[in-house]
Every structure is written in structure tokens, then in C-alpha cells.
């Protein structure tokens, strides 16, 4: 840790600014309460308010590599004695040289106050070791901050890679066995599926490093997927979109709408014996991007099941990223479910 004065110019100035003033006010007061002569009064405050400041920033040093520990207090008070003395005795000798230099009538006064200022240059030394004491507190306490906040960033980047590891493989799996059932099937719309499920997964590989991206590059993934599935299910999938063009801007958690889709298809159209529509629309509302998904079920088909990996994912993503998981709320209408994802935006 560098010398605070050498971190922070604005403390330096502050510091220069502190022992001037009290140098100043020092000196007038020897002129008018003590009648000292000007030149004198100046003299004597430079050589305890100005030479001393640029002596005692040196303590920083004894404070940093000697600092206070319950088993070794005794050392440190120690150590400090050492200092304050060493100190003490370079100030006394640049001041007695000083004031030779620029007024030699002014040595008998010196030496007449040489145990008060013996005191003075200890009491000093105590100021000064309390201050840095403060000072070292202060950024020790300010680097501990930011290296736990960087861990939670780095515990929360885990986390999030975590979740997001979670999404592929299972939905991959899902895609592999219907590969498997239409390569006897339908070798054909295997094969199409095959084409579409690789250019989906490049789409995931290219977006895992970015924690969001546009609403509209979601959606062409989020097509994408549904072409996939499209294969699967042909006309029992019917995907409607509603997206106001305001919309298409806004930052959403990438790979965070596969998963209510997936769940739109397992509810209602995986056991539907009809045709099943999936309408999506967006809209800004009070700076967040409502998407609202709606898919239709046959109530007879439905089973009651309660929230799978994928809704998990997503409370967890909404909370480490937003600090809510209540970002998204989902309703079962009898008919249908529908699904509410406020994301908030930045102004």
C-alpha cells in the first residue's frame, strides 16, 4: 500500500492547507498576545508547524510495517518510542540549523524552550501516529470492500454460468431424442432439425460471455427454437408474435425466454390433440420490458406439476442479476397460462 499522500493529491493539498493555517494563526498570536516580533513569530512557526508536517509523513511508514497487534503491543509502543525519538532529534537539529542560518539571535530563545519542545515534538509524534493509524484503517476497511465486492461479482459470473449451463444440455437432450424418433420416421425432418438445432447451439455459444443482448436477437433465437420444435409437433404449433417496435431495443438476460417456451410447448402442446397457439407481446411499462407469454391448454390434458428446472433457472438468473425474483409472474387462467417478465431497463 502506497503512501496515502502519493494515492490522493486532494490529501496532500488539504494537509499543506491544515499546517499552513495553523502556522499562521500560531504566528499571529506570539505577535499580538506575546509581542514577539514578526520576523521571530514567523520563524518559530515555521520550524514547529511547517519543517515538523514535512518531517512526521514519514510516520506513515512506522504505522504501516509496525502496526497494532494484541500480542506484541509491547514491541510496537516500542518501536514508535524509537521513532518519536530518531524523529524528534533530526527536527530539533534542522530547526537549531535553521534558525542559525537565518537568525542566530533567536538560538537563546530555542534553547530556553528546548524542553517544551522536546514535549511538543513527542506530542506530536502521538498525533500523527493516531492519524495515519486512521488512515491505514480507512483503506485497509476500503480495499476489503472492493475485494469482497469483487468475489461477489466473481461468485455471482459463477452462478450465472452455472444456470445458464443448466438450459443447453437439457433441452439438448429433449432434441436428440426426437432426432432419434424421426430418423425412422421422417430421416428428412431429421435431418432439418439437425441443421436448425446446430445453428441454435451457435447462437447459445456466441451469447454465453454477454450477460444480456436485444430483445430482438432473443427473438430470432427464441424462432429458431421454435422451428426446431415446429418439426416435432407441425401444426399443433402455432407461435404468434406481437412486439411493438419500442420493444425490440431492450436488454433482456440472454436465454432467459427458451425456458418459458420450452414449458409453453411441455403444458400445452405436448399432450394437446389440437392445435395449440403461443402468443407473445412486449411492451414498455414504467421502465421495464413487460413480455407476456400466452399458450393455450387442453384442461383435460394438463397435469399438475409444479415448477420444473427451467422456472428455477429463471427466478435464480432475475435474482442474482436484478435482486428480484418476483420478475416473473405466472398465471393459470383455466384455459391457459400466461406468463409476465418485467425486465427493467436503464434510463
Excluded at 521513532?83 to 542566530?104: C, P, Q, R, V
Aim: proline fraction near 3%; charge should be neutral; aromatic fraction near 12%.
Amino acid at each position: 500500500m502506497r503512501h496515502p499522500f502519493i494515492n490522493s493529491r486532494i490529501l496532500i493539498l488539504y494537509y499543506a492547507i491544515f499546517w499552513v493555517a495553523i502556522g499562521a494563526a500560531n504566528a499571529l498570536i506570539q505577535i499580538f498576545w506575546s509581542n514577539m516580533e514578526l520576523t521571530k513569530a514567523f520563524l518559530e512557526s515555521m520550524v514547529n508547524f511547517l519543517l515538523y508536517p514535512v518531517l512526521g509523513a514519514s510516520i506513515w511508514f512506522i504505522v504501516k510495517y509496525n502496526g497494532v497487534k494484541e500480542s506484541d503491543w509491547l514491541w510496537t509502543g516500542l518501536y514508535h518510542l524509537i521513532g518519536a525519538t530518531i524523529l524528534n532529534a533530526i527536527w530539533l537539529y534542522l530547526s537549531f540549523m535553521l534558525i542559525k542560518m537565518i537568525d542566530e539571535s533567536h538560538l537563546s530563545l530555542m534553547y530556553s524552550d528546548l524542553p517544551s519542545r522536546v514535549l511538543a515534538g513527542y506530542v506530536l509524534y502521538m498525533v500523527y501516529v493516531v492519524f495515519f493509524y486512521a488512515v491505514n484503517y480507512y483503506q485497509t476497511l476500503k480495499e476489503k470492500v472492493k475485494r469482497e465486492a469483487e468475489l461477489k461479482t466473481l461468485v455471482r459470473e459463477a452462478e450465472l454460468s452455472a444456470l445458464k449451463s443448466q438450459i443447453n444440455p437439457h433441452f439438448l437432450f429433449n432434441s436428440l431424442n426426437s432426432i432419434s424418433s424421426l430418423t425412422i420416421s421422417n430421416p428428412t425432418k431429421a435431418q432439418e432439425m439437425v441443421i436448425n438445432l446446430s445453428n441454435f447451439m451457435r447462437y447459445s455459444l456466441q451469447h454465453d460471455q454477454e450477460e444480456t443482448v436485444s430483445l430482438e436477437k432473443e427473438l430470432e433465437n427464441i424462432k429458431l427454437y421454435l422451428s426446431i420444435e415446429k418439426i416435432r409437433f407441425g401444426k399443433k404449433l402455432n407461435p404468434v408474435f406481437n412486439i411493438e417496435d419500442a420493444c425490440l431495443q431492450a436488454q433482456i438476460p440472454n436465454m432467459i425466454l427458451q425456458p418459458l417456451f420450452e414449458n409453453a410447448i411441455k403444458y400445452g402442446v405436448y399432450e394437446a390433440t389440437g392445435p395449440v397457439g403461443i402468443t407473445t407481446s412486449c411492451k414498455n411499462k414504467d421502465g421495464y420490458a413487460l413480455i407476456i407469454i400466452d399458450n393455450e391448454y387442453e384442461v383435460d390434458s394438463i397435469k399438475n406439476k409444479g415448477e420444473g428446472i427451467g422456472l428455477r433457472n429463471i427466478r435464480q438468473r432475475l435474482d442474482l442479476i436484478y435482486g428480484n425474483p418476483d420478475l416473473l409472474k405466472i398465471m393459470d387462467k383455466k384455459t391457459s397460462f400466461r406468463v409476465e417478465l418485467a425486465i427493467p431497463q436503464k434510463k
